[in-house]
C-alpha cells in the first residue's frame, strides 16, 4: 500500500539546467492544451508544450473517450475555431462522422464517434506544422520565481530535472497542478461534503452483439440475473450495452465501470483507483458473458493507458462560472468561448452506479458563455489556466469540461498569452475586446 511519507530529509542544493526559454509554456498536452499551443504559435509567439503522457489529446486519445462533443446547442452549432478545424480535419480521414444539431436524447448523433488513434496523428501534425515544441514524458513540478510571478516552470522527465522559462504560462493540466505550484487558490468538490465526480478507465470490447444485449436488458424479467443471484454472484455494478461505435460497428466503447471517492490529486489515490477500474472491467466482463445474452463471443480489446478524471482542483479566478450562469445561458462582455452541454453530473453514490448520471439542460437554441476572468487565477500573475481546471463551480464545471469547450478554452488562453507576450503586458491588464476581436479572426464563435 503506497502511503504518504511522514518524514522529511534535506536536500542539497542545487544548480537546475535551462531546458528552454520560451514566450508561452503549455502545460498539459490534452485537449485544452492542444488548442492554447496551436493558438499561442499561431499567433506568433515562441510556444513550447509538455504532456506527461506519450501522446497529446488527454482523455480524446490516452483516455480512449470516442465521442465529442457537443458542438451544437441543439439548433445550430455553435463551436467553432481550433476544435472545429480538428473535428473537420478527423472527417476528412474518415476518422470521424459529421455532426448535426439533435435533443440530447438522441445520443448517437448529440456525441460524435471519432477514432482516437487517427486523433493522435492528427494532433501530432498540427503541432509539427505551428512549430510548437512539444516534451512528452514530462511533469511539470515546481515553479521558477516567487509564488504569485512564476517566470517558468521546473519539469522533471527521464533526462533529469530542468527549467524551461516562460513570459506566459498556461496551466491545461486538468489539476490545476501548476497554478497551486504558484500560489493559486482553489476549491475541490462539492460544497456539501467536498466529494468529487467519480473516475472511469475506458475500454473496448470487440463482437459484442449491442442489440441482443438491449433486448435482454428490456425484458421485464431476466432469467439470468436470478440464475447469477442463485450462484451468488455479485452484481458487477453496471450491466449494459456500451456506446455505439458506428465508425467500426464490430468494436464497443465502454464508459461505465465508475470508481469513487478518490482524488486526482493524489498519487496514491489515483493508483488506488487506477487499479480498481481495471478489476472491475474484467468483473463485468466476466459476469456478463456468463449471463447476458449477446456477451458470449465478447473479448476485450483494450483499456485507456488514462484514467478518466472528471473533476479535481477548480483555480479560483477573477470570475466563477455558477449553474445559473449556464442554465440561464448567460452572456458576458469578456466572453472567450461558447457552450451549451447539460449539466453532467455522475452520481456519486456508489449504491447507484446503476443510474449513470443526472444532469439539467439548457434551453435549445441557447448557450452560455464563459468569460476571460474564469481563465485568470487569482493572486497569481503570468499564469492562465484552461480545460477542467477553470474557474468555476461543481455544477458548472460538470457542463464546461467537455472536450470541445476544454479545446476552445485553450484557444481563447493561448491566445491570449501570444497578445501578453505581444503587447508586454500582463494576461489580467490585457485589453479583452482586443483578444475577442483575435479570436473571431480564428472562426472563434462568440
Not at 70 to 90: A, C, F, K, S
Not at 413 to 437: I, K
Request: overall charge negative; charged content about 20%.
Amino acid at each position: 500500500m503506497v502511503t504518504q511519507a511522514a518524514r522529511t530529509i534535506p536536500e542539497p542544493a542545487r544548480q537546475t539546467p535551462v531546458l528552454a526559454e520560451t514566450d508561452v509554456l503549455v502545460c498539459g498536452g490534452g485537449a485544452a492544451g492542444v488548442g492554447a499551443a496551436l493558438a499561442a504559435a499561431r499567433s506568433g509567439a515562441r510556444t513550447f508544450l509538455i504532456e506527461h503522457q506519450s501522446c497529446v489529446g488527454g482523455m480524446a486519445t490516452s483516455g480512449m473517450m470516442n465521442r465529442l462533443g457537443p458542438y451544437h446547442d441543439e439548433r445550430e452549432m455553435i463551436v467553432g475555431g481550433i476544435p472545429w478545424e480538428v473535428l473537420q480535419r478527423l472527417i476528412a480521414m474518415n476518422a470521424a462522422h459529421t455532426p448535426e444539431p439533435c435533443p440530447h436524447s438522441d445520443p448517437d448523433r448529440y456525441w460524435i464517434p471519432f477514432d482516437p488513434e487517427a486523433l493522435k496523428f492528427l494532433l501530432d501534425t498540427m503541432l509539427e506544422d505551428s512549430h510548437v515544441d512539444v516534451l512528452l514524458h514530462a511533469y511539470g513540478v515546481g515553479v521558477v520565481g516567487e509564488k504569485g510571478a512564476p517566470g517558468g516552470v521546473i519539469v522533471e522527465s527521464k533526462s533529469g530535472r530542468h527549467a524551461i522559462l516562460a513570459k506566459v504560462i498556461v496551466d491545461a493540466t486538468g489539476d490545476g497542478d501548476v497554478a497551486a505550484l504558484a500560489g493559486a487558490s482553489f476549491e475541490k468538490g462539492r460544497t456539501s461534503d467536498g466529494l468529487m465526480q467519480p473516475m472511469t478507465t475506458l475500454f473496448k470490447v470487440g463482437d459484442l452483439d449491442r442489440e441482443k444485449v438491449k433486448s435482454f436488458l428490456a425484458e421485464p424479467e431476466n432469467r439470468s440475473f436470478a440464475a447469477a443471484k442463485a450462484d451468488g454472484e455479485t452484481f458487477p455494478g453496471y450491466v449494459g450495452p456500451g456506446s455505439d461505435n458506428l465508425l467500426r460497428p464490430r468494436e464497443t466503447y465502454f464508459n461505465v465501470n465508475h470508481v469513487f471517492g478518490a482524488d486526482g490529486t493524489d498519487a496514491a489515490s489515483l493508483s488506488r483507483a487506477t487499479i480498481a477500474a481495471r478489476r472491475r472491467i474484467w468483473a463485468m466482463l466476466r459476469f456478463c458473458k456468463r449471463y447476458v445474452p449477446g456477451f458470449e463471443n465478447t473479448y476485450l480489446i483494450a483499456t485507456a493507458a488514462q484514467l478518466g478524471v472528471r473533476e479535481s482542483r477548480r483555480v479560483v479566478g477573477d470570475y466563477i462560472l455558477t449553474v445559473d450562469d449556464v442554465l440561464c445561458a448567460r452572456k458576458f462582455e469578456d466572453a472567450v468561448a461558447r457552450y451549451a452541454c447539460w449539466v453532467d453530473i455522475h452520481t456519486m453514490d456508489p449504491t447507484k452506479q446503476q443510474e449513470a448520471h443526472s444532469g439539467r439542460g439548457l434551453e435549445p437554441g441557447t448557450s452560455y458563455d464563459i468569460p476571460y476572468r474564469c481563465l485568470v487565477p487569482k493572486q497569481v500573475e503570468n499564469l492562465l489556466v484552461a480545460g477542467r481546471c477553470l474557474s468555476a463551480t461543481h455544477e458548472a464545471l460538470a457542463s464546461a469540461r467537455m472536450i470541445p469547450c476544454c479545446m476552445a478554452m485553450g484557444q481563447a488562453a493561448g491566445t491570449a498569452a501570444a497578445l501578453a507576450v505581444t503587447q508586454n503586458v500582463r494576461p489580467r491588464n490585457l485589453d479583452t475586446q482586443r483578444l475577442r476581436a483575435a479570436l473571431h479572426e480564428q472562426d472563434v464563435r462568440i
